[in-house]
C-alpha cells in the first residue's frame, strides 16, 4: 500500500541561522531542565502547529506568520499547560489534558483520540496501523510515546516524538524528532518494546 502521509511541507521550520528543520526540537528552549524534559510539550506544539497551518478555521490555535519565533512562542506556552514532573510526560493521560486546555483557551473546539499500549503488548499490531492511518489520512500527525526502544536502534527512549507518515503494509513511519525526520518499523517496535508507550491524535470537534 502506498504511503499515507501529511503535508510534510507544513512542518518546516527554519531557524535563525537558516537551518531547514521539520517539527520543533527541544533544545530551542531557553532553560535546561526544559530543554531535558520537553519532548512532550514539543510534540504537543507539532500537532497544534500543522492544525494551525492545515486549517484554517483553526489559525487561532497559534500565531504562524512568524514562522520560527511563533513556533517558539507556542514551545512556552504549550510548556505551562504540559508540564513535565520528574517522570516526564509518560502516558497519554497527563499529554491531553494541558493540550486541550491550551487549544480551548485559544478559543478552538478540539478533542484528542489515543491509543495506549501496555507493558503487555496486548495491543496488535493491526489495531496500531489502523489508528496511525486513520489519522493521517485524516491529514493529522500523531504524537507516539516511546517509553523503551525495544529492538530498534531509535535515538531515545521515554521519549515523544511525532509521526507524519506511514507505510501501512511495512509499518514503517516517518517520525519528526528534535527537528529532523528518521524512520521506524512501528511492528517491531510493537512486539519488542517492554514498556509500551502511546499515540495521540488531536483533531476538531
Not at 478552538?108 to 489502523?130: N, Y
Not at 521506524?184 to 510493537?190: E, M
Request: with cysteine; net charge negative.
Amino acid at each position: 500500500m502506498q504511503e499515507i502521509s501529511i503535508n510534510k511541507q507544513l512542518f518546516e521550520l527554519i531557524t535563525p541561522d537558516g537551518k531547514l528543520c521539520f517539527g520543533g526540537n527541544q533544545e530551542w528552549f531557553e532553560e535546561k531542565w526544559h530543554k531535558m524534559s520537553g519532548c512532550g510539550p514539543v510534540a504537543a506544539c507539532n500537532l497544534v502547529w500543522y492544525q494551525a497551518r492545515s486549517r484554517s478555521e483553526l489559525h487561532c490555535l497559534c500565531d504562524t506568520d512568524g514562522g520560527f519565533e511563533d513556533y517558539r512562542k507556542l514551545m512556552d506556552a504549550m510548556y505551562a499547560h504540559i508540564t513535565p514532573g520528574r517522570g516526564g510526560i509518560h502516558n497519554s493521560g497527563l499529554f491531553i489534558p494541558g493540550l486541550l486546555k491550551y487549544c480551548a483557551g485559544r478559543g478552538a473546539e478540539m478533542t484528542a483520540e489515543s491509543l495506549d499500549i501496555p507493558r503487555r503488548r496486548t495491543t496488535t499490531a493491526g489495531e496500531v496501523c489502523d489508528f496511525v492511518t486513520r489519522w493521517l489520512e485524516n491529514d493529522c500527525p500523531v504524537a507516539f510515546l516511546n517509553r523503551s526502544n525495544g529492538a530498534l536502534p531509535l535515538p531515545d527512549s521515554w521519549h515523544w516524538v511525532t509521526i507524519i507518515s506511514l507505510e501501512p503494509d511495512s509499518m514503517t513511519a516517518t517520525i519528526s524528532d528534535e527537528g529532523r525526520t528518521y524512520t521506524a518499523d512501528l511492528k517491531k517496535w510493537l512486539k519488542t518494546s517492554l514498556l509500551g508507550g502511546a499515540f495521540v491524535a488531536l483533531h476538531a470537534v
